[in-house]
């Protein structure tokens, strides 16, 4: 699985909290590159796991956090 910041933000309109079946059938309803929908089949899911944010999909994925230069701090 490989994932970057333009693939991981293909599905930032997806309908969270969701489903792995469902984030396949939004990638794939919208178009979005087949690289999205092979991350998300290599997804390892037991058929239950509910997913409520890209971080649960992506644990790498950065956030604004990661960003943001505080000044004052250096």
Known sequence: MYWTLELASKLE????PATKEELLDYAIRSGISMEVVENLEELEDDGETIYDSIE?????????EDFLFDEEEY
Do not use: E, S
């Open 56 to 64: 649960d999909v992506w644990p790498d994925y950065p956030t604004k």
């Open 13 to 16: 309109d997806a309908p969270w």
